[in-house]
């Protein structure tokens, strides 16, 4: 699709030879294009598909809840506890990524715990000017203390989001459940019916997370089918740990048409030839990518790379509390580092909202909801 000139841009507050420009639509083609602040980056509405609800926790909330259950884990300060649960400078492997989330299970200690998570992870979604969230999590972590069931944990997070919903009307969220390739089958088995029961109440999707590196694809092809005929959306981590065949796989096996990360897709022509043919959208998170060891730096990110193969892609965050970044972060790094320009970020923002995993109706209604914010640049934390 051709856009226009990228408009948002002129709505913007920015100063061109010395003549400030307000909220005023500009008409003809601008003279400048002033790199967006991040002012401009924070106000833009912005719309998540890949995000872990258990990667998305407040350290401030960690430390309390480390400190009131005595939890043995350093909680003196954020700076003690920050190394367990966040990747901290030098971390570049996707086991040191990976073992934040085993201390994080130790958290979820109580259904209230629990729903203040959840709650929070909206709540800071909201303040960062999402308008649309598609938010996933693992029942299998939350329940993993053992002491609760799959689907108690399932309702207590539709529960706190709902709650949510009322406090910041004006994002929308809809929920993701995750299983791990490292997990048993028959363990992801449950979590998809879990799931399946309750698709009124805002369950959307299903995920394969997890040891891309170890676990294949193919033994999930059994969940992932009979979850797709009770109406259940399915998206996949692939690619990203592994090579391009892991891509194909998940398209191929497990028939999703989003898949989580994905860059390495860029490794195999005929990989990248069955994505476009199969226009498949590829979840990309940047950061993430960096701090698990997929790329060096962000200058050799393949996001441009899959941009110019004509891949469908969009800018998520996958774990803002592991990685300390928000969605405006990740907005800012695709300008600065990777050189994405205006209508490349307004591009990963419709087709994220044509990948939702909403009906064609609704998927409709958001795209308007988006055209109409970025038009008016309206803050949902406002
Ligand atoms: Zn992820």
């Not at 992870?121 to 996933?136: F, K, S, T």
């Not at 405006?328 to 087709?351: C, K, N, R």
Request: net charge neutral.
């Amino acid at each position: 699709m051709q856009l226009p000139w990228p408009r948002i841009c002129l709505a913007f507050s920015f100063t061109v030879s010395s003549v400030t420009v307000g909220r005023t639509r500009l008409a003809g083609p601008a003279i400048l294009m002033p790199s967006p602040s991040r002012a401009d980056l924070a106000a833009l509405p912005k719309l998540d598909l890949h995000r872990h609800l258990e990667g998305a926790l407040r350290l401030t909330t960690l430390r309390a809840i480390a400190q009131q259950h005595g939890l043995d884990l350093p909680a003196d300060s954020l700076a003690a506890l920050r190394p367990y649960v966040q990747v901290v400078d030098g971390e570049r492997s996707f086991r040191q990524f990976l073992a934040k989330f085993d201390v994080l299970r130790r958290f979820y200690l109580s259904p209230e715990i629990i729903h203040r998570l959840a709650f929070e992870v909206i709540e800071d979604a909201a303040r960062d000017n999402l308008h649309y969230l598609e938010l996933r999590f693992t029942p299998a972590a939350l329940a993993s203390s053992g002491r609760f069931s799959l689907a108690d944990v399932t309702d207590w997070v539709i529960a706190a989001v709902a709650e949510a919903g009322r406090v910041y009307p004006k994002l929308q969220v809809r929920l993701i459940v995750s299983v791990n390739r490292h997990e048993p089958v028959a363990l992801a088995e449950q979590v998809a019916q879990v799931a399946a029961d309750r698709q009124a109440r805002g369950i959307a999707g299903l995920d394969l997370a997890g040891d891309e590196v170890n676990f294949p694809a193919a033994p999930f092809r059994g969940v992932f089918q009979a979850a797709r005929q009770a109406g259940l959306g399915c998206v996949a981590h692939a690619g990203e740990w592994t090579g391009a065949a892991a891509v194909r796989d998940a398209i191929e096996h497990l028939g999703v048409r989003r898949v989580g990360h994905g860059v390495r897709v860029v490794e195999d022509p005929a990989a990248v030839a069955l994505a476009r043919e199969r226009a498949i959208v590829f979840e990309v998170c940047l950061t993430s990518n960096l701090q698990s060891g997929v790329v060096a730096a962000f200058a050799a990110h393949a996001l441009p790379r899959m941009n110019a193969l004509g891949l469908r892609t969009t800018l998520n965050t996958d774990d803002p509390g592991v990685s300390g970044i928000t969605l405006s972060d990740e907005y800012q790094i695709a300008v600065d580092a990777l050189g994405l320009s205006w209508a490349d970020l307004q591009q990963a923002l419709f087709t994220a909202a044509d990948a939702s995993l909403l009906p064609p109706a609704e998927r409709a209604a958001l795209a308007a909801r988006l055209r109409a914010a970025l038009d008016r640049l309206d803050p949902v934390s406002e």
